[in-house]
């Protein structure tokens, strides 16, 4: 997601990763029909292990958002003032606004019935961040944009040695609470939210400054990749296991609780997908390529900001079942589907920033 902050030289390589990160965000969001789709089989199936794998993968892309933010942000030189003036107040401004515009829309797509709706309950929702299952994005990004002042100075005076140390902290972190919590306190609650906003503000930015700053992309051979790809693999079939054993016995897995290990390995996956695209992708070889990345990267806020209106609309539901019947796998149709939200958002995203004052907040 492109927010506020703009490079005068162009990294089409972060533009890209804007641009699958943008899309994995929408198929996060198809609920049963793609993103928990595995849920609607029992654990060990064959279903289960077919459908398992992208509902794991896909979590590499608020955190690449986050990494693109540390990279553009943390180096910079600039006062206080400034992160207000250019970045915060335009958050502050788009938040309520984009709040009521999809407080009405659950309104009119019935997720929110009119006896319900009043100025008291759209208060309500709004500061329990509860209107629409995205916008949790911009309030985490406010609070990086209230801390990043610290994160700067943090940043700049580290190591090496500290940076790994932070790093492992995080992993160690990311993997220990979910296995405290749900295999050896079965049943007892702990509920430490590690994710929302924890480490997309304190970890994946830092991630991101590090691996710009200290790594050579440049030199990581194919064969390394396919090292990280191979590690990667190994810790979503970990994920795996750790899934069938908690929900063995399960008749319906609700999907807060089909995720509960889905973060462990995020890390490790953002940057794998992170160093691939960096790596992989050769800018200026090909100039219509580089034109279409410029062209969708630019509209990849706007496309996180509508994509829900699009996969909430009634209409469109119908269109994804009658896909989802049509096609042969569920998971080919949703993919697909998820391609026309993608273009749906990308569209209006266009129109809306040709309007006069609008094309600073999108």
């Given at each position: ?11 089409l ?65 600039e ?20 709040s ?7 309104i ?44 700067r ?86 994920v ?10 399960a ?87 998820c ?16 309007i ?7």
């Amino acid at each position: 997601m492109k927010t506020t902050e703009k490079n005068n030289s162009q990294d089409l390589g972060l533009e890209l990763l804007r641009i699958i990160s943008v899309f994995f965000v929408i198929f996060n969001h198809t609920n049963q029909n793609g993103y928990v789709l595995y849920t609607t089989f029992p654990p060990g199936s064959f279903q289960y292990i077919l459908y398992f794998p992208i509902s794991v993968f896909c979590k590499f892309s608020v955190p690449v958002f986050f990494m693109i933010s540390g990279i553009l942000l943390l180096g910079k030189e600039e006062p206080m003032w400034a992160i207000f003036k250019k970045r915060l107040r335009k958050i502050l401004i788009l938040l309520p606004v984009i709040s009521v515009i999809y407080y009405f829309a659950k309104i009119t797509d019935l997720y929110i019935s009119l006896d319900d709706a009043s100025v008291y309950d759209f208060f309500f929702r709004f500061f329990s961040c509860t209107i629409s299952r995205h916008l949790w994005y911009l309030y985490a990004y406010i609070i990086f944009l209230l801390i990043l002042p610290f994160l700067r100075i943090l940043v700049k005076n580290m190591n090496m040695k500290q940076f790994i140390y932070y790093f492992a902290i995080a992993a160690g972190a990311m993997i220990l609470v979910p296995l405290v919590e749900k295999l050896i306190f079965r049943g007892i609650t702990i509920e430490v939210n590690l994710t929302i906003p924890t480490f997309e503000v304190l970890v994946f930015p830092v991630l991101g400054y590090f691996t710009s700053r200290y790594t050579d992309l440049s030199r990581l051979t194919v064969r390394g990749l396919a090292v990280m790809w191979g590690i990667n693999l190994l810790l979503i079939a970990i994920v795996f296991i750790l899934s069938c054993i908690e929900n063995k016995d399960a008749v319906f897995i609700p999907e807060k609780q089909a995720e509960d290990f889905h973060y462990m390995f995020s890390m490790f996956n953002a940057v794998t997908v992170f160093a691939t695209v960096k790596r992989l992708y050769r800018q200026g070889k090909k100039p219509l390529a580089d034109k279409v990345i410029s062209f969708l990267g630019g509209l990849s806020f706007g496309i996180y900001l509508f994509h829900v209106i699009f996969l909430d609309d009634i209409v469109m539901r119908l269109l994804e079942s009658e896909m989802s019947r049509l096609l042969p796998l569920p998971l080919t149709s949703e993919l697909i589907f998820c391609l026309i939200v993608f273009v749906l958002s990308a569209a209006v995203t266009y129109v809306f920033k040709k309007i006069p004052g609008l094309k600073r907040f999108l």
